[in-house]
Protein backbone atom coordinates (compact mmCIF):
# COMPACT_ATOMS: atom_id res chain seq x y z
CA UNK A 1 0.00 0.00 0.00
CA UNK A 2 1.38 3.43 -1.02
CA UNK A 3 1.60 5.76 1.40
CA UNK A 4 -1.48 7.89 1.61
CA UNK A 5 -0.48 10.09 4.71
CA UNK A 6 -0.19 12.89 2.22
CA UNK A 7 -2.81 12.27 -0.10
CA UNK A 8 -5.49 15.01 -0.03
CA UNK A 9 -9.37 13.59 -1.57
CA UNK A 10 -11.06 16.17 -3.57
CA UNK A 11 -14.95 15.70 -3.89
CA UNK A 12 -16.83 17.67 -6.40
CA UNK A 13 -20.48 18.52 -6.50
CA UNK A 14 -21.43 19.30 -9.47
CA UNK A 15 -24.87 20.33 -9.15
CA UNK A 16 -26.57 19.99 -5.50
CA UNK A 17 -30.64 21.00 -5.42
CA UNK A 18 -30.55 24.48 -5.92
CA UNK A 19 -28.71 26.44 -7.92
CA UNK A 20 -30.40 27.13 -11.39
CA UNK A 21 -29.55 28.69 -14.59
CA UNK A 22 -29.99 31.62 -13.59
CA UNK A 23 -27.80 31.73 -10.43
CA UNK A 24 -24.93 30.56 -12.94
CA UNK A 25 -25.51 29.47 -16.12
CA UNK A 26 -22.66 27.19 -16.62
CA UNK A 27 -24.44 24.22 -13.41
CA UNK A 28 -25.03 21.46 -14.62
CA UNK A 29 -28.60 20.21 -14.43
CA UNK A 30 -29.43 17.55 -17.13
CA UNK A 31 -28.22 13.91 -17.07
CA UNK A 32 -25.33 14.42 -19.96
CA UNK A 33 -24.57 18.39 -18.48
CA UNK A 34 -23.37 16.49 -15.06
CA UNK A 35 -21.89 13.29 -16.74
CA UNK A 36 -19.54 15.54 -18.56
CA UNK A 37 -18.77 17.72 -15.89
CA UNK A 38 -17.67 14.65 -13.66
CA UNK A 39 -15.50 13.38 -16.78
CA UNK A 40 -13.44 16.71 -16.78
CA UNK A 41 -13.72 17.30 -13.25
CA UNK A 42 -12.46 13.72 -12.68
CA UNK A 43 -9.46 14.71 -15.45
CA UNK A 44 -8.38 18.28 -13.27
CA UNK A 45 -8.12 16.00 -10.36
CA UNK A 46 -11.53 15.29 -8.37
CA UNK A 47 -12.05 11.46 -6.97
CA UNK A 48 -15.27 11.62 -5.74
CA UNK A 49 -18.44 12.86 -7.61
CA UNK A 50 -21.67 13.59 -5.32
CA UNK A 51 -24.30 13.63 -7.63
CA UNK A 52 -27.77 15.37 -7.09
CA UNK A 53 -29.93 15.41 -10.33
CA UNK A 54 -33.03 17.89 -11.31
CA UNK A 55 -36.12 17.01 -12.84
CA UNK A 56 -36.59 18.21 -16.65
CA UNK A 57 -37.11 21.95 -15.22
CA UNK A 58 -34.30 21.78 -13.34
CA UNK A 59 -35.98 21.65 -10.02
CA UNK A 60 -34.31 19.92 -7.08
CA UNK A 61 -35.47 16.32 -7.34
CA UNK A 62 -34.97 12.58 -6.44
CA UNK A 63 -35.71 11.40 -10.05
CA UNK A 64 -34.85 8.22 -10.29
CA UNK A 65 -35.08 7.64 -13.87
CA UNK A 66 -32.31 10.88 -14.05
CA UNK A 67 -30.10 9.30 -11.40
CA UNK A 68 -30.40 6.23 -14.16
CA UNK A 69 -29.28 8.18 -16.80
CA UNK A 70 -26.47 10.13 -15.02
CA UNK A 71 -24.55 7.05 -13.62
CA UNK A 72 -24.54 5.87 -17.30
CA UNK A 73 -23.20 8.11 -18.57
CA UNK A 74 -20.57 8.65 -16.23
CA UNK A 75 -20.02 5.07 -16.52
CA UNK A 76 -19.92 4.83 -20.11
CA UNK A 77 -16.31 6.53 -19.85
CA UNK A 78 -14.56 4.04 -19.18
CA UNK A 79 -11.28 5.41 -18.47
CA UNK A 80 -13.24 7.44 -15.60
CA UNK A 81 -12.44 5.58 -12.52
CA UNK A 82 -14.05 8.55 -10.34
CA UNK A 83 -15.73 7.33 -7.05
CA UNK A 84 -19.88 7.83 -7.03
CA UNK A 85 -21.65 9.40 -4.04
CA UNK A 86 -25.15 9.53 -4.73
CA UNK A 87 -27.56 12.28 -2.63
CA UNK A 88 -30.23 10.50 -0.80
CA UNK A 89 -31.16 13.86 -0.28
CA UNK A 90 -32.08 15.58 -3.48
CA UNK A 91 -34.12 18.52 -1.85
CA UNK A 92 -36.43 18.88 0.66
CA UNK A 93 -40.13 17.26 1.51
CA UNK A 94 -39.64 14.27 -0.42
CA UNK A 95 -40.70 10.77 -0.02
CA UNK A 96 -38.61 8.23 1.96
CA UNK A 97 -38.83 5.92 -0.95
CA UNK A 98 -37.71 8.25 -3.73
CA UNK A 99 -34.78 9.21 -1.20
CA UNK A 100 -33.50 5.60 -0.54
CA UNK A 101 -34.19 4.23 -4.32
CA UNK A 102 -30.98 5.38 -5.98
CA UNK A 103 -28.66 3.91 -3.96
CA UNK A 104 -30.25 0.76 -3.36
CA UNK A 105 -30.90 0.41 -6.88
CA UNK A 106 -27.51 1.50 -8.52
CA UNK A 107 -24.98 0.63 -5.85
CA UNK A 108 -22.69 3.42 -6.05
CA UNK A 109 -20.18 2.86 -4.03
CA UNK A 110 -20.85 5.88 -1.35
CA UNK A 111 -24.26 7.95 -0.47
CA UNK A 112 -24.80 10.64 1.85
CA UNK A 113 -26.55 10.23 4.62
CA UNK A 114 -27.79 13.11 6.82
CA UNK A 115 -27.15 12.58 10.30
CA UNK A 116 -29.90 15.04 11.47
CA UNK A 117 -32.60 17.54 11.10
CA UNK A 118 -32.15 21.32 11.13
CA UNK A 119 -34.03 24.45 10.05
CA UNK A 120 -32.57 24.97 6.62
CA UNK A 121 -31.85 28.37 5.32
CA UNK A 122 -34.53 29.86 7.49
CA UNK A 123 -37.06 29.00 5.16
CA UNK A 124 -38.13 25.53 5.70
CA UNK A 125 -37.05 22.20 7.87
CA UNK A 126 -34.39 19.67 6.20
CA UNK A 127 -36.00 16.46 7.85
CA UNK A 128 -34.04 13.60 8.74
CA UNK A 129 -35.85 12.00 11.50
CA UNK A 130 -34.52 9.40 13.50
CA UNK A 131 -37.09 6.63 11.64
CA UNK A 132 -35.89 7.12 8.88
CA UNK A 133 -32.11 7.43 10.09
CA UNK A 134 -32.43 3.92 11.01
CA UNK A 135 -33.47 2.89 8.13
CA UNK A 136 -30.97 4.15 5.64
CA UNK A 137 -27.97 3.43 7.94
CA UNK A 138 -29.60 -0.22 7.76
CA UNK A 139 -30.03 -0.25 3.89
CA UNK A 140 -26.74 1.23 3.15
CA UNK A 141 -25.39 -1.73 5.19
CA UNK A 142 -26.96 -4.33 3.30
CA UNK A 143 -26.84 -2.81 -0.05
CA UNK A 144 -23.21 -2.11 0.90
CA UNK A 145 -23.13 1.59 0.59
CA UNK A 146 -20.48 3.48 2.32
CA UNK A 147 -21.99 5.94 3.91
CA UNK A 148 -20.88 9.58 3.91
CA UNK A 149 -22.25 10.93 6.96
CA UNK A 150 -23.10 14.94 6.36
CA UNK A 151 -23.27 17.02 9.62
CA UNK A 152 -24.10 20.41 9.51
CA UNK A 153 -23.17 21.21 13.48
CA UNK A 154 -21.69 19.40 16.11
CA UNK A 155 -25.17 17.78 17.46
CA UNK A 156 -25.05 15.94 14.24
CA UNK A 157 -21.89 14.54 14.91
CA UNK A 158 -22.82 12.94 18.59
CA UNK A 159 -25.73 11.93 16.55
CA UNK A 160 -23.43 9.81 14.63
CA UNK A 161 -22.06 8.55 17.90
CA UNK A 162 -25.42 7.12 18.80
CA UNK A 163 -25.62 5.53 15.50
CA UNK A 164 -22.45 3.65 15.61
CA UNK A 165 -23.08 2.21 19.12
CA UNK A 166 -26.27 1.01 17.66
CA UNK A 167 -24.65 -0.43 14.86
CA UNK A 168 -26.71 1.64 11.98
CA UNK A 169 -23.25 3.04 11.26
CA UNK A 170 -20.44 1.22 10.83
CA UNK A 171 -16.59 1.98 11.54
CA UNK A 172 -14.38 3.70 10.75
CA UNK A 173 -16.71 5.84 9.21
CA UNK A 174 -16.26 9.12 6.99
CA UNK A 175 -17.28 12.47 7.37
CA UNK A 176 -18.52 15.34 5.46
CA UNK A 177 -18.24 18.60 7.65
CA UNK A 178 -20.78 21.10 5.58
CA UNK A 179 -20.52 24.42 6.99
CA UNK A 180 -22.02 27.90 6.65
CA UNK A 181 -25.51 26.92 5.43
CA UNK A 182 -27.55 29.11 7.40
CA UNK A 183 -29.03 27.18 10.32
CA UNK A 184 -25.80 24.78 11.01
CA UNK A 185 -22.49 26.09 12.13
CA UNK A 186 -20.59 28.72 10.55
CA UNK A 187 -17.51 28.16 8.28
CA UNK A 188 -14.98 29.50 10.29
CA UNK A 189 -11.34 27.85 10.98
CA UNK A 190 -12.81 27.92 14.56
CA UNK A 191 -15.45 26.68 14.19
CA UNK A 192 -13.50 23.48 11.89
CA UNK A 193 -10.99 23.13 15.02
CA UNK A 194 -14.11 22.10 17.27
CA UNK A 195 -15.77 19.88 14.54
CA UNK A 196 -12.62 18.00 14.26
CA UNK A 197 -12.06 17.99 18.22
CA UNK A 198 -15.81 16.36 18.57
CA UNK A 199 -15.13 13.92 16.42
CA UNK A 200 -11.73 12.63 17.66
CA UNK A 201 -13.90 12.14 21.16
CA UNK A 202 -16.47 10.47 19.55
CA UNK A 203 -15.71 8.50 16.20
CA UNK A 204 -12.04 7.95 16.71
CA UNK A 205 -10.55 6.82 13.82
CA UNK A 206 -13.21 8.25 11.00
CA UNK A 207 -11.87 9.83 7.84
CA UNK A 208 -13.29 13.54 6.85
CA UNK A 209 -13.71 16.34 4.52
CA UNK A 210 -14.96 19.58 4.77
CA UNK A 211 -16.19 22.23 2.78
CA UNK A 212 -17.84 25.90 3.30
CA UNK A 213 -20.76 27.91 1.86
CA UNK A 214 -20.03 31.37 0.85
CA UNK A 215 -17.67 33.76 1.81
CA UNK A 216 -16.09 31.30 4.02
CA UNK A 217 -15.34 28.62 1.33
CA UNK A 218 -11.38 29.22 0.62
CA UNK A 219 -10.80 29.99 4.48
CA UNK A 220 -12.69 26.27 4.90
CA UNK A 221 -10.61 24.43 1.90
CA UNK A 222 -6.96 26.23 3.06
CA UNK A 223 -7.75 24.88 7.16
CA UNK A 224 -9.17 21.72 6.21
CA UNK A 225 -5.88 20.79 3.72
CA UNK A 226 -3.39 22.17 7.14
CA UNK A 227 -5.44 19.97 9.09
CA UNK A 228 -4.65 16.73 7.49
CA UNK A 229 -8.62 16.39 6.31
CA UNK A 230 -9.91 16.49 2.79
CA UNK A 231 -11.99 18.92 0.49
CA UNK A 232 -15.07 18.95 -1.43
CA UNK A 233 -15.83 21.61 -4.01
CA UNK A 234 -18.13 22.58 -6.64
CA UNK A 235 -21.24 24.60 -7.52
CA UNK A 236 -23.78 22.86 -4.89
CA UNK A 237 -22.09 24.84 -2.23
CA UNK A 238 -20.60 27.93 -4.18
CA UNK A 239 -21.80 29.35 -7.91
CA UNK A 240 -18.96 32.30 -7.17
CA UNK A 241 -15.41 31.55 -8.18
CA UNK A 242 -14.43 33.95 -6.07
CA UNK A 243 -16.48 37.60 -4.83
CA UNK A 244 -18.06 38.89 -7.97
CA UNK A 245 -16.86 36.17 -9.84
CA UNK A 246 -19.47 33.54 -11.65
CA UNK A 247 -17.58 29.70 -11.91
CA UNK A 248 -17.01 28.92 -15.14
CA UNK A 249 -17.50 25.50 -14.69
CA UNK A 250 -17.29 22.60 -11.73
CA UNK A 251 -13.78 21.37 -13.16
CA UNK A 252 -12.42 25.25 -12.45
CA UNK A 253 -12.67 24.43 -8.73
CA UNK A 254 -11.18 21.28 -8.53
CA UNK A 255 -8.46 22.65 -10.70
CA UNK A 256 -8.00 25.13 -7.57
CA UNK A 257 -7.97 22.53 -4.92
CA UNK A 258 -5.56 20.96 -6.78
CA UNK A 259 -3.14 23.55 -6.64
CA UNK A 260 -3.80 24.51 -3.29
CA UNK A 261 -3.10 21.19 -2.34
CA UNK A 262 -0.02 20.73 -4.17
CA UNK A 263 1.40 23.84 -2.86
CA UNK A 264 1.00 22.49 0.72
CA UNK A 265 3.27 19.59 -0.44
CA UNK A 266 0.60 17.43 -0.23
CA UNK A 267 -0.85 15.41 -3.38
CA UNK A 268 -4.21 15.10 -4.33
CA UNK A 269 -5.17 11.82 -3.96
CA UNK A 270 -6.30 9.23 -7.34
CA UNK A 271 -9.25 7.47 -6.97
CA UNK A 272 -7.41 3.85 -6.30
CA UNK A 273 -6.02 5.87 -3.56
CA UNK A 274 -9.09 7.37 -2.46
CA UNK A 275 -11.04 3.77 -2.26
CA UNK A 276 -7.93 2.56 0.07
CA UNK A 277 -8.17 5.84 1.96
CA UNK A 278 -12.12 5.26 2.31
CA UNK A 279 -12.14 1.71 3.39
CA UNK A 280 -13.68 1.06 -0.45
CA UNK A 281 -11.44 -0.73 -1.97
ZN1 LIG B 1 -25.62 17.13 -1.86
Known amino acids: MADLKNKRIITVAT ?10 PNVPLTPAEIAEEVYACWKAGAAVAHIHVRDKNGNAAMDYEAFVETVRLIRAKTDCDIILNLTTSGGVNLREEDRLKPFSELRPEMASFDCGTMNWQHTTIFENNPPFLEKLGTLMQEKGVKPEIEVFDA ?7 Y ?3 KGVLKAPCHFQ ?12 TK ?3 FMKDVLDEVAPGSTWSAFGVGKGA ?6 AIAMGGNIRVGMEDNVMYRKGELAESNAQFVARAKRIVEEFTCEVATPAEAREILGLA
Open 15 to 24: TGAWPKKENN
Open 155 to 161: GMLYNAA
Open 163 to 165: YIK
Open 177 to 188: FCMGVAGGIAAS
Open 191 to 193: NLV
Open 218 to 223: MEITYA
